[in-house]
């Protein structure tokens, strides 16, 4: 990794860093960081450089103990690298997801294949970074997330209705026919962009901006591989119901972006679009 950012953080007598300082350590307001690494010098350089950030940081070498971290200490962001000496990173990662739905995971790993960042993301991850990476990257792909993240909640909104797809933006629910299907938060965030101009194009700089940020720094692969998921699930849960549905199409604009279709249903459109009952 290409850090810079300073020496590496004090250890405690142990050996490892000490965790129950971790709300003292940063500012009183700090984002709340769990680096879940193995790797001495990264976990050690990490720690030290979101530290130098203004991040209140705690670090464990486990993913058995970072689990139990979490029951013990308020997480706002989990760093998890996936090989991990005890369990598999993606076990932690869906653990994580199952325990903490809000929390902002980020997985950092050497895995590069695509099939590697589709199943971390799948598993519950808002990010995929593939080692080396430099710190200065890190913390811009913190920001970007942190900023998508309003303070205060917005206004109430109606439901909007496609066929029998409802996506209810305020609740952030999404139902199709009478039964909820259980999305990501980048999933849901993209579905909820494109369900507000349906049968328009929306570009992958509009797409990026709006669910990820404006100043997104990194590939857009993202974008595709959080796509491809939010079709697994709709498609599925449209298999799983006894009764044909009206379930929109998500196109893909080669070189633009995406846009979503009216549903079709036994081969005839339905041009269903309202706000939800």
């Not at 303070?151 to 409802?166: F, K, M, Q, Y």
């Not at 857009?220 to 044909?244: E, F, Q």
């Amino acid at each position: 990794m290409n850090y810079d950012d300073g020496p590496p953080a004090r250890q405690g007598a142990t050996g490892s860093p000490t965790l129950r300082s971790m709300r003292t350590t940063g500012a009183a307001e700090a984002v709340s960081v769990l680096v879940i690494e193995d790797d001495e010098v990264i976990g050690q350089h990490l720690e030290a450089g979101l530290r130098s950030n203004g991040y209140a940081v705690a670090w464990t070498r486990t993913g058995g103990s970072g689990l139990a971290e979490t029951r013990r200490l308020p997480i706002d962001v989990v760093l998890l690298d996936l090989g991990l000496p005890d369990m598999d990173g993606i076990d932690v990662a869906r653990q994580l997801r199952e325990s903490l739905p809000d929390v902002l995971i980020l997985i950092l790993t050497a895995r590069s294949e695509e099939i590697d960042m589709i199943v971390g993301l799948d598993a519950g991850a808002d990010d995929y970074l593939v080692k080396p990476f430099s710190l200065t990257v890190l913390l811009a792909r913190l920001r970007a997330h942190l900023r998508r993240r309003p303070a205060d909640p917005p206004g109430p909104s109606e439901p909007v209705r496609i066929g029998d797809l409802t996506v209810d933006v305020t609740a952030r629910r999404c139902r199709l026919g009478d039964r909820e299907v259980e999305l990501r938060p980048k999933e849901f965030d993209l579905l909820a962009v494109l369900v507000n101009h349906p049968g328009q194009a929306v570009s992958r700089e509009t797409l990026m901006a709006r669910v990820w940020d404006e100043n997104w720094f990194g590939p857009t692969k993202t974008l595709d591989v959080t796509m491809s998921s939010l079709r697994r699930r709709l498609h599925a849960a449209a298999a799983s119901s006894p009764l044909p549905l009206a379930l929109p199409e998500f196109t893909t604009l080669r070189g633009h972006g995406y846009r979503l279709e009216p549903p079709t249903i036994q081969g005839e459109e339905t041009g269903d679009v309202s706000p939800g009952l």
